[in-house]
């Protein structure tokens, strides 16, 4: 156990049940492989090449980054970029996330021509305090997704330490998520940290009332999500296409809305879980659906639209956003309560004429007196088209990850960390 008492520090603290955090390890010197979600979307420059569209998600990194070179450490960054399949492809090389670390930084910033290999391997055992080494695109590997123990040895040979920090992609099970953490002293980022502290605390002891917001596609994708939040809010408030089989369970009609018939299902059975609005019952809360709704002829900002009073749909239209009651219902929810969640925008808000509800509960959640959460890409985009994204206590990075942890799911990324790194540590 020498190798591990030498890199483990003395009385160390540990997160939640059993999860290390950077604060467990001594860096100093020492070459730390840094799993990040730098998964940034990307656009076309002037010249053809690509450029970053946003860098939310470089910059939620560099508190860990940051932190971690203060103390000494020598890291080795990994993340993917899209999906290449294995393969390399060009258009999707980190180049364009290293540039912009370095702008975000004083450190120096080295892209690697590869993931792993002889050459990335001298570069890592090259770095000096405080440097800092990109790995390319670990998706150009065809053994990350599949978790290939090969791939993770070679990752872990280019390391004393491992962290991980890349809560978007803690739900899968890869080479550079999982299998590495269980071949070096590993543990939490502040960002993967921070996460979990959040998510957990909403679920295991929120300040009431407790308002979860789910909007978005289909029943099916969320049904967990709305099934957990069912025995653990006050209340639950339904929006997006996916109140479509909600209504159409109750006897509606939806008209050309989205609405299949495997979610009228599920919808079916979540209502039958719910509290009576008249009625409530301890442990069950209360279930949501709009009153009335803005429908249109096509999804397109030249759309024809109206308010409908009710909620059956006539035919030829869709129901594509909640209505000004539904609002008016909701904002008043949304604004006494002690903890708030929302994943999912409210209708098809990427255009205007069925954005109103989206962002009326925005405001109402920015205006929330509690704690704010907001999970999920949609929800974190339409903050950011209302201009509200600093405006909310917390913004979660996660997309799968976050709902899969509110399910009650175990997060590969993250149980391999709990009492991480024992076995590799020995004799390293």
Known sequence: MGALAGIYR???????????????????????????????????????????????RIVAALQTIEELRARGARLILVSHLGRPGGERVPELSMAPVAARLSELTDAKVTLAPAVVGEEVKALAEALHDGDVLLLENVRFEAGETSNDPALARELADLAEVYVNDAFGVAHRAHASTEGVAHLLP??????????????????DHPAPPLVAIVGGGKVADKIGVIGRFLQLADVVMIGGAMCFPFLCAQGHK?????????????????????????????????????SDLVIGDRL?????????????????????????????????????AGTVFWNGPMGASEYEPFAAGTRAVAEAVTDAPGLTVVGGGDSAAALAHFNLEHEVDFLSTGGGATLELIEGASLPGVAALEGAGVAGAVGR
């Open 254 to 290: 939806v008209g050309e809305s989205i609405c299949e018939d495997e979610d009228v299902a599920h919808a079916r059975a979540l209502l039958a879980k719910a509290s009576d609005t008249h009625s409530p019952q301890p442990g069950r809360a209360r279930l949501l659906v709009p």
């Open 10 to 56: 003395d009385g160390a603290r540990q997160m939640g049940a059993a999860m290390r955090s950077i604060d467990d390890l001594d860096v100093h010197g020492r070459r730390v492989l840094v799993r990040v979600d730098f998964n940034v979307p990307l656009t076309s420059g002037a010249d053809g090449r690509p450029e970053l569209a946003d860098d939310t």
């Open 300 to 336: 397109a900002d030249d759309a024809q639209h109206r308010v409908l009073a009710g909620v059956e749909v006539p035919a030829g239209w869709m129901g594509l956003d909640i209505g000004p009651k539904t609002v008016e219902r909701y904002q008043r929810e949304i604004r006494r």
């Open 186 to 203: 590993s543990a939490g980022g502040r960002l993967l940290e921070r996460e979990v502290r959040t998510l957990t605390g909403i679920l």
